[in-house]
Protein backbone atom coordinates (compact mmCIF):
# COMPACT_ATOMS: atom_id res chain seq x y z
CA UNK A 1 0.00 0.00 0.00
CA UNK A 2 1.48 3.17 -1.04
CA UNK A 3 0.16 6.72 0.69
CA UNK A 4 -0.54 8.78 -1.97
CA UNK A 5 0.82 12.80 -1.55
CA UNK A 6 0.84 15.58 -3.88
CA UNK A 7 -0.05 15.63 -7.30
CA UNK A 8 -1.50 11.88 -6.96
CA UNK A 9 -3.49 13.09 -4.10
CA UNK A 10 -5.17 15.99 -6.08
CA UNK A 11 -5.90 13.45 -8.93
CA UNK A 12 -6.94 10.81 -6.28
CA UNK A 13 -9.11 13.04 -4.81
CA UNK A 14 -10.59 14.03 -8.47
CA UNK A 15 -11.64 10.42 -9.42
CA UNK A 16 -12.26 9.49 -5.58
CA UNK A 17 -15.56 12.58 -5.93
CA UNK A 18 -16.32 10.78 -9.30
CA UNK A 19 -16.54 7.38 -7.80
CA UNK A 20 -19.13 8.85 -4.92
CA UNK A 21 -21.40 10.46 -7.48
CA UNK A 22 -21.55 7.47 -9.18
CA UNK A 23 -22.37 5.60 -5.48
CA UNK A 24 -25.36 7.72 -5.80
CA UNK A 25 -27.15 5.79 -8.27
CA UNK A 26 -26.60 2.44 -5.37
CA UNK A 27 -29.76 1.01 -4.30
CA UNK A 28 -28.60 -1.16 -1.93
CA UNK A 29 -29.80 -1.03 1.59
CA UNK A 30 -26.43 -2.20 3.34
CA UNK A 31 -23.92 0.32 1.42
CA UNK A 32 -24.11 2.18 -0.98
CA UNK A 33 -20.49 2.31 -3.28
CA UNK A 34 -19.43 3.59 -6.71
CA UNK A 35 -16.16 2.61 -8.74
CA UNK A 36 -14.58 4.48 -11.61
CA UNK A 37 -11.79 2.96 -13.78
CA UNK A 38 -9.34 5.72 -15.39
CA UNK A 39 -6.65 4.95 -18.27
CA UNK A 40 -4.22 8.13 -18.33
CA UNK A 41 -6.60 10.46 -16.38
CA UNK A 42 -9.73 9.48 -18.91
CA UNK A 43 -12.75 7.59 -17.11
CA UNK A 44 -12.92 4.58 -19.07
CA UNK A 45 -15.74 3.06 -16.94
CA UNK A 46 -18.40 3.55 -14.00
CA UNK A 47 -19.74 1.17 -11.51
CA UNK A 48 -22.20 1.20 -8.35
CA UNK A 49 -23.18 -1.37 -6.35
CA UNK A 50 -27.07 -2.96 -6.95
CA UNK A 51 -28.93 -6.00 -7.22
CA UNK A 52 -28.46 -7.48 -11.13
CA UNK A 53 -31.12 -6.23 -13.77
CA UNK A 54 -34.36 -5.35 -12.38
CA UNK A 55 -34.36 -7.33 -9.80
CA UNK A 56 -34.63 -4.40 -7.22
CA UNK A 57 -36.77 -6.53 -4.75
CA UNK A 58 -33.68 -8.54 -4.06
CA UNK A 59 -32.13 -5.35 -2.29
CA UNK A 60 -31.61 -6.95 1.52
CA UNK A 61 -28.67 -8.90 1.37
CA UNK A 62 -28.35 -12.24 2.87
CA UNK A 63 -24.59 -11.51 4.17
CA UNK A 64 -25.54 -11.85 7.64
CA UNK A 65 -27.95 -14.67 7.56
CA UNK A 66 -26.69 -17.50 10.00
CA UNK A 67 -29.36 -19.96 8.48
CA UNK A 68 -27.46 -19.98 4.34
CA UNK A 69 -25.78 -23.06 3.46
CA UNK A 70 -22.91 -23.17 4.50
CA UNK A 71 -20.59 -23.37 0.81
CA UNK A 72 -22.92 -19.80 -0.13
CA UNK A 73 -20.13 -17.94 -0.70
CA UNK A 74 -21.64 -14.91 -2.02
CA UNK A 75 -24.61 -13.81 0.20
CA UNK A 76 -24.90 -9.91 -0.81
CA UNK A 77 -27.81 -9.30 -3.00
CA UNK A 78 -25.76 -6.49 -5.20
CA UNK A 79 -23.41 -7.04 -8.40
CA UNK A 80 -20.22 -5.14 -6.45
CA UNK A 81 -19.42 -1.58 -7.87
CA UNK A 82 -15.63 -2.49 -9.08
CA UNK A 83 -17.28 -5.54 -11.35
CA UNK A 84 -20.20 -3.13 -12.99
CA UNK A 85 -16.88 -0.16 -13.43
CA UNK A 86 -14.80 -3.25 -15.24
CA UNK A 87 -17.67 -4.47 -17.02
CA UNK A 88 -18.49 -0.76 -18.35
CA UNK A 89 -14.97 -0.42 -19.21
CA UNK A 90 -15.02 -3.62 -21.49
CA UNK A 91 -18.02 -2.23 -23.34
CA UNK A 92 -16.42 1.26 -23.82
CA UNK A 93 -12.77 0.88 -23.57
CA UNK A 94 -11.97 -2.53 -23.74
CA UNK A 95 -7.96 -1.88 -25.26
CA UNK A 96 -7.81 0.35 -22.41
CA UNK A 97 -8.36 -1.44 -19.40
CA UNK A 98 -4.80 -2.82 -19.14
CA UNK A 99 -2.72 -1.09 -16.68
CA UNK A 100 -5.84 1.07 -15.55
CA UNK A 101 -6.49 2.44 -11.96
CA UNK A 102 -9.72 1.58 -10.40
CA UNK A 103 -10.84 4.58 -7.88
CA UNK A 104 -13.40 2.86 -5.15
CA UNK A 105 -15.65 5.04 -3.15
CA UNK A 106 -18.25 4.37 -0.36
CA UNK A 107 -20.82 7.30 0.99
CA UNK A 108 -22.57 8.10 3.73
CA UNK A 109 -26.26 8.96 4.01
CA UNK A 110 -25.64 12.06 3.43
CA UNK A 111 -23.77 11.18 0.15
CA UNK A 112 -20.25 11.79 1.18
CA UNK A 113 -17.19 9.71 0.95
CA UNK A 114 -16.70 7.53 3.70
CA UNK A 115 -13.40 5.72 4.62
CA UNK A 116 -13.15 2.20 3.48
CA UNK A 117 -11.85 -0.83 5.74
CA UNK A 118 -9.07 -3.13 4.50
CA UNK A 119 -10.00 -5.30 1.09
CA UNK A 120 -12.32 -7.50 1.95
CA UNK A 121 -13.99 -8.10 -1.36
CA UNK A 122 -12.48 -11.17 -2.65
CA UNK A 123 -15.10 -11.57 -5.86
CA UNK A 124 -13.63 -7.68 -6.69
CA UNK A 125 -10.04 -8.27 -6.21
CA UNK A 126 -9.85 -11.48 -8.27
CA UNK A 127 -11.69 -9.78 -11.16
CA UNK A 128 -9.34 -6.77 -10.90
CA UNK A 129 -6.44 -9.08 -11.09
CA UNK A 130 -7.58 -11.12 -13.83
CA UNK A 131 -7.95 -7.94 -15.89
CA UNK A 132 -4.93 -6.64 -15.04
CA UNK A 133 -5.31 -3.24 -13.96
CA UNK A 134 -2.97 -1.70 -12.20
CA UNK A 135 -4.17 -0.29 -8.92
CA UNK A 136 -6.89 -0.06 -6.49
CA UNK A 137 -7.08 3.54 -4.74
CA UNK A 138 -9.22 3.62 -1.23
CA UNK A 139 -10.16 5.79 1.12
CA UNK A 140 -8.67 5.21 5.05
CA UNK A 141 -8.07 7.29 7.85
CA UNK A 142 -4.05 7.90 6.92
CA UNK A 143 -4.99 9.21 3.29
CA UNK A 144 -5.77 8.08 0.48
CA UNK A 145 -3.86 5.01 -0.51
CA UNK A 146 -3.09 2.68 -3.32
CA UNK A 147 -2.84 -0.97 -3.92
CA UNK A 148 -1.07 -2.73 -6.56
CA UNK A 149 -3.60 -5.79 -7.88
CA UNK A 150 -1.81 -8.48 -6.48
CA UNK A 151 -1.44 -6.88 -3.52
CA UNK A 152 -4.94 -5.59 -3.10
CA UNK A 153 -6.50 -9.53 -3.98
CA UNK A 154 -4.03 -10.86 -1.46
CA UNK A 155 -5.12 -8.46 1.43
CA UNK A 156 -8.80 -9.16 0.20
CA UNK A 157 -8.62 -12.79 1.39
CA UNK A 158 -6.57 -11.77 4.28
CA UNK A 159 -9.00 -9.80 5.92
CA UNK A 160 -11.96 -10.53 3.90
CA UNK A 161 -12.42 -14.27 3.55
CA UNK A 162 -14.55 -15.49 1.14
CA UNK A 163 -17.13 -12.97 0.52
Known amino acids: ?8 RDAAERFLKM ?12 ARCGAVIVHNYNVIGEGFNSPPGDLEEQRRCLKDKADLHP ?4 KTCCI ?11 RRKPNKLFASDLY ?11 DCGLPYCTISSKFALD ?5 VILKHPVG ?8 YNQLSFKYGGED
Open 104 to 114: FARIDGKGRIE
Open 1 to 8: MKILIGAD
Open 19 to 30: AGKVALRSTCLR
Open 144 to 151: LCAYNARE
Open 80 to 90: PAEQRAIVDAL
Open 71 to 74: DVTD
Open 131 to 135: MRLSR
